[in-house]
């Protein structure tokens, strides 16, 4: 068996997809539409994402792996734009549009929810998500090690659609954040395109399960990070790996306005690209272990007390899990020898320091 720090599986390794069914929604025409409603991307892909706006195209920039895409504006599947109304700042809380780093002194770091989906109904014909205990093993020892109190970090599993949403809208809406810096939310699942994952029972889209987050959210909340951690499919393609194409260096400029929009302080980490599967093994899923193998790896080289650049963090999983990733599953052609390429949708302008 593999160690767990590896990046490449050992040929004895069992290695899994995570399972794929056919989307509920239209995906011929609307796959490749950014449907998360963010202003940034950052992904490892070599692959872009389908330019949608009448905009020029943005480009990449910083380094050959990792490529940055300021969105102007964003489409739903529809190709209706998508208006941001803006929220208003809690009083006396600074703008989260002004470049300093986000409060992160508060009594209690945050809290933290992991939503683990192991099994499923009968009738959805999906497998058993082997190897998902180890990752909530390690998101657990991870929070703790990010300043969350164990009495803050939050277990649920096989919860059906109906309970997922009840739960989302208690962390966004019923949850008072006053002593709280920041909400982390883990989703581990089987999914599909169109942003698609999986409650026990059947699909829902990540937009709606994220809307609470973004419409009437609990005051205290507002101008704070909410990050998301998605091990899910986003499709049924593997990818077979592309040569990296040089650099392309541009600047990106902080914002300042009076208010901020509804999709601020959002930062989204996904374990696979738009389009792709998303690779798991009996340890484990390669992108949560690549996460936390990190955050213990910085924490114990720097101590705790150390400050741990959260996003940077996340580009660093990105080039992790793209670099030293390959799959190995020789029975099956198709997914055989294949890279997997994590993708990070980012609306935070400030850094998290954790």
């Known amino acids: 068996m593999a160690n767990p720090t590896d990046g490449m599986p050992s040929p004895k390794e069992l290695l899994i997809v995570e399972e794929t069914m056919p989307s509920p929604v239209p995906t011929s025409t609307d796959a490749g539409v950014n449907q998360g409603q963010y202003s940034v991307i950052v992904t490892s892909s070599p692959q872009a994402t389908p330019h949608t706006s009448p905009y020029p195209a943005p480009q990449p920039i910083s380094d050959p792996i990792t490529k940055i895409l300021l969105n102007p504006t964003v489409f739903d599947p529809t190709g209706k734009v998508l208006v941001d109304k803006g929220t208003q700042m809690t009083p006396g809380f600074e703008s989260s549009l002004m470049g300093s780093p986000y409060h992160m002194q508060s009594e209690n770091r945050g809290t933290a929810a992991i939503f683990n989906h192991e099994v499923f109904h009968p009738s959805l014909k999906l497998t058993r998500r082997e190897g998902t205990e180890a990752d909530v093993a390690s998101l657990k020892k991870a929070f703790q090690l990010l300043g969350f109190k164990s009495e803050n970090i939050h277990r649920h599993d096989d919860l059906t659609v109906e309970l997922l949403r009840e739960e989302m809208n208690r962390y966004a809406r019923q949850t008072d954040y006053s002593n ?175």
Do not use: W
């Open 180 to 354: 709280m810096d920041c909400v982390f939310v883990a989703i581990l699942t089987h999914g599909n395109e169109g942003g698609i994952v999986y409650g026990s029972d059947g699909p829902i889209t990540l937009d709606k399960l994220l809307r609470p987050f973004k419409e009437d959210i609990h005051p205290t909340l507002v101008g704070k990070p909410k990050v998301f951690i998605v091990q899910a499919c986003r499709g049924g393609k593997a990818d077979d790996g592309v040569e990296l194409p040089p650099a392309v260096e541009t600047d990106i400029h902080n914002l300042h306005q009076q208010r901020i929009p509804v999709e601020a302080d959002f930062l989204c980490s996904y374990s696979t690209a738009p389009g792709y599967v998303s690779f798991r093994r009996s340890e484990g899923s390669h992108f949560i272990q690549s996460l936390t193998r990190k955050i213990t790896e910085k924490k114990s080289r720097a101590g705790l007390e150390q400050k741990l650049d959260f996003l940077q963090l996340l580009v660093d999983v990105c080039k992790d899990v793209s670099k030293n990733f390959e799959s190995y599953v020789p029975s099956r052609p198709e997914l055989h020898g294949k890279k997997q390429a994590p993708c990070l949708e980012c609306a935070i302008s400030k850094r998290i320091l954790l």
